[in-house]
């Protein structure tokens, strides 16, 4: 059998199984994300280590939080999988899988993924990818939608080709104002409809942007896009289409349900409204909040200090401008200290950060992290509300306990 027979056949009978509550163990492990009813159980997919499983269908998983403390990338088997329809794909021939480029274009194009290869240049990029509902869970007061800890999220190196060297290909015409983006994946009821993402043209043209076959020197998971899945660094995941299969290109703003109504939030300065509140105007949600977490530690945890130091760890991410400094606090944000930043492996990249505290006594302790990125956005230390949960970007509090040292 060879690798795409393969891959077919697991993922025919690995989603089978996980739709029907048999794959892998039953009820191996479960983990606690921190908010009220935030018990999930962790799930092994197709190509994935056990993850915790938000949904069933359309299959949504997400990554546990220690994963982060473990590298700088994230693992293919720990990337999470999130789905917005439940029609996705069971069966995918990649010889057979094309993109279409089509509308305001000079030269239609059919693409498959061997053209992609051999007509462009490859390029390669470390990247962050967050769903713009990553932290929802902890939303108060509790917000609809899937109820997210922490964990989707994930830095992978991407390879693939400009997405604008495939558009000057076809020939942009002129007065083009956006591309519409699909995939495979299809609604399960004749009234929902279709997941199609636009993106304003001079955004599908920045040179970041790729159309992806490659993550971490290894083929898409089938769960993350496979064979072709659009790559936006910088903005959040519910651009990145999977199984990427036509881009249209149109001389209006394109006015689908999941462009023009989905993923949007409050116009408002910090996209926050008083809780319980409608906001009057909302505006597209489109580039990444600049984040930070400790990431060695978590909530609960009862840990050492010898001589009164605590070693601490974390990463921090933004929405492309790159990290200018981290700071901690020890005090319930009374006071910071600044982090010493770790390698810089790109602007769009998760950035390590590392602080070792002095004078740490015994007892319980709240700790914070918050960013600040080049661009001057720094985290709030309230989170501002808004109905959709979305953009949630306050510096997070991890509460431990140092322990009495033996004598």
């Known amino acids: 059998?060879?690798?795409?027979?393969?891959?077919?056949?697991?993922?025919?009978?690995?989603?089978?199984?996980?739709?029907?509550?048999?794959?892998?163990?039953?009820?191996?492990?479960?983990?606690?994300?921190?908010?009220?009813?935030?018990?999930?159980?962790?799930?092994?997919?197709?190509?994935?280590?056990?993850?915790?499983?938000?949904t069933t269908r359309p299959v949504h998983l997400e990554t546990p939080f220690s994963q982060f403390?473990?590298?700088?990338?994230?693992?293919?088997?720990?990337?999470?999988?999130?789905?917005?329809?439940?029609?996705?794909?069971?069966?995918?021939?990649?010889?057979?899988?094309?993109?279409?480029?089509?509308?305001?274009?000079?030269?239609?194009?059919?693409?498959?993924?061997?053209?992609?290869?051999?007509?462009?240049?490859?390029?390669?990029?470390?990247?962050?990818?967050?769903?713009?509902?990553?932290?929802?869970?902890?939303?108060?007061?509790?917000?609809?939608?899937?109820?997210?800890?922490?964990?989707?999220?994930?830095?992978?190196?991407?390879?693939?080709?400009?997405?604008?060297?495939?558009?000057?290909?076809?020939?942009?015409?002129?007065?083009?104002?956006?591309?519409?983006?699909?995939?495979?994946?299809?609604?399960?009821?004749?009234q929902t409809p279709a997941f199609v993402r636009s993106l304003d043209l001079a955004d599908a043209l920045r040179p970041e942007a790729?159309?992806?076959?490659?993550?971490?020197?290894?083929?898409?998971?089938?769960?993350?896009?496979?064979?072709?899945?659009?790559?936006?660094?910088?903005?959040?995941?519910?651009?990145?289409i999977k199984h990427l299969s036509q881009i249209e290109v149109l001389d209006h703003v394109f006015d689908g349900w999941f462009s023009s109504q989905a993923y949007t939030v409050p116009d408002t300065p910090d996209n926050g409204v008083p809780p319980g509140s409608m906001p009057?105007?909302?505006?597209?949600?489109?580039?990444?909040?600049?984040?930070?977490?400790?990431?060695?530690?978590?909530?609960?945890?009862?840990?050492?200090?010898?001589?009164?130091?605590?070693?601490l760890r974390g990463i921090a991410f933004d929405g492309g401008s790159g990290i200018r400094r981290v700071e901690v606090s020890a005090d319930g944000g009374a006071g910071w200290r600044q982090a010493e930043l770790g390698p810089d492996a790109g602007r769009f990249a998760f950035r390590p950060w590392t602080l070792t505290l002095d004078g740490v006594k015994p007892g319980p302790l709240t700790l914070m992290a918050r960013a600040a990125a080049n661009d001057g956005q720094t985290q709030p230390l309230l989170q501002p509300w808004n109905p959709g949960g979305y953009a949630r970007n306050v510096a997070e509090r991890v509460k431990i306990v140092v322990a009495e040292t033996k004598r």
């Not at 690995?14 to 163990?25: D, S, T």
């Not at 983990?31 to 056990?50: C, I, S």
């Not at 505006?283 to 009862?302: E, H, M, P, Y």
């Open 1 to 54: 059998m060879d690798d795409a027979a393969s891959r077919r056949t697991l993922l025919k009978a690995g989603l089978a199984a996980g739709w029907l509550g048999l794959a892998g163990r039953a009820r191996a492990a479960w983990l606690e994300q921190n908010f009220d009813n935030g018990w999930r159980e962790l799930v092994p997919y197709p190509q994935k280590m056990p993850l915790m499983r938000i």
């Open 69 to 190: 403390d473990r590298s700088l990338i994230t693992p293919n088997e720990a990337v999470f999988v999130r789905y917005h329809l439940a029609g996705h794909p069971l069966d995918i021939d990649p010889d057979a899988h094309s993109l279409a480029i089509i509308g305001a274009v000079k030269r239609p194009l059919t693409l498959t993924q061997a053209d992609l290869k051999k007509r462009f240049e490859t390029v390669r990029q470390t990247v962050v990818m967050e769903c713009a509902g990553n932290g929802r869970g902890l939303f108060e007061p509790r917000v609809p939608g899937a109820q997210l800890g922490n964990g989707s999220m994930a830095c992978v190196e991407m390879a693939g080709a400009r997405l604008a060297d495939v558009l000057a290909a076809a020939g942009v015409l002129d007065g083009a104002r956006q591309i519409a983006c699909r995939g495979v994946d299809q609604p399960a009821l004749e």
């Open 210 to 240: 790729m159309i992806a076959w490659e993550m971490n020197g290894r083929p898409l998971p089938v769960l993350n896009g496979y064979p072709i899945r659009l790559v936006m660094p910088g903005f959040y995941a519910a651009y990145w």
């Open 280 to 311: 009057a105007k909302t505006a597209r949600l489109t580039r990444l909040k600049v984040r930070s977490f400790v990431t060695n530690l978590a909530d609960g945890d009862i840990v050492a200090a010898p001589e009164g130091r605590l070693a």
